[in-house]
């Protein structure tokens, strides 16, 4: 509900006293009262799907977890959201603003992603989704740095999933439980194969939790600015917002969830894959 507040003004002079006026009332909005709500709301969503990682990282860290089951849950994961970007954001960008602007904003993100990861990749975190059977993490001794930039490299991967889930919030002023469920699902391989393969190159408990627990609060972050900031522009940008978005996790999936996925696992990823897109698409289609 809209808040208006109705501010008068008494009779007067202008500046320097040339202009009178006279006493009158204008009607002032104040904003509304469930924006609060909502932005509590995209924090929240934010969290749960952000903590995902943390309840993936536990399980990769303190478990071992044979390399065919981290194929599996990866592929599965990356299904869910290839199906979520394609019906959920792709698609939504479409309907929104037509098809020039969600095709370049797409591009524009996949791009952009690219860009960040091929910097990240040569400062060691080119890896940084392996659990270390097939494709070993550096350690800091083998290249220095690469602590910061497998942290940053989790950062880039998580940011676009958690602000589209603020802009969900956009469209009737209900979070997209979809999208929510598509990020917590894809979130839970990611977090566990990535820990696995940082315990496997000696780093410590403190620096895998803490790595994890600040992608899951950076997440929260992005939700909400995905709600607040984004919300104040048309629909036609944030269209491309959702585009850019859907570009940057297409572009990640491909770099550093299949390659997890289909190395040295059994015959059966494909199938596992579709599964994970076709749960998505029927959830989004409930």
């Known amino acids: 509900m809209e808040r208006l507040e109705k501010v008068c003004l008494p009779d007067g002079r202008g500046p320097g006293g040339r202009a009178p006026f006279r006493q009158g009332c204008v009607t002032v909005s104040l904003g509304t009262q469930g924006d609060m709500a909502q932005v509590v709301q995209a924090g929240f969503w934010g969290l749960v799907a952000g903590s995902a990682l943390l309840v993936g990282a ?6 071992r977890v044979p390399q065919k089951v981290i194929a599996t849950v990866m592929a599965f994961g990356a299904g869910v ?39 990240l990749a040569r400062r060691g975190a080119r890896h940084r989704k392996r659990s270390g059977h097939a494709q070993a993490q550096p350690s800091e001794s083998d290249q220095g740095g690469s602590g910061l930039a497998l942290a ?12 589209v889930i603020g802009v969900s919030l956009l469209e009737g002023g209900a979070v997209s439980l979809v999208t929510v469920a598509a990020v917590f699902i894809s979130n839970i391989p990611e977090g566990l ?10 780093r410590g408990r403190a620096y895998v939790f803490g790595v994890w627990g600040a992608i899951a ?21 944030i269209a491309a917002v959702t585009a850019v978005a859907a570009g ?21 990823i494909g199938l596992i894959t579709v599964s994970g897109f076709l749960v998505s698409f029927a959830l989004s289609h409930a």
Do not use: C, K
């Not at 536990?58 to 478990?63: H, K, Q, S, T």
């Not at 297409?250 to 390659?259: C, G, K, R, S, V």
């Open 58 to 63: 536990a399980i990769g860290y303190v478990l």
């Open 152 to 163: 940053l490299g989790a950062l880039l991967d998580g940011v676009p999933e958690s602000a």
């Open 193 to 202: 194969s990535s820990a696995a393969g940082m315990r496997q190159a000696g």
């Open 81 to 119: 959201l290839i199906s979520a970007v394609s019906f959920e954001l792709v698609g939504e960008a479409y309907e929104q603003a037509g098809l020039a602007p969600a095709a370049i904003g797409t591009i524009a993100g996949a791009v952009a992603y690219t860009a960040g990861n091929v910097w």
């Open 217 to 237: 609060a950076a997440g929260t972050v992005s939700a909400v600015l995905g709600y607040t900031v984004v919300g104040a522009f048309s629909p036609a940008v």
């Open 248 to 268: 940057a996790i297409l572009a990640m999936i491909a770099d550093t969830m299949i390659p997890e996925a289909f190395e040295n696992a059994h015959l059966a």
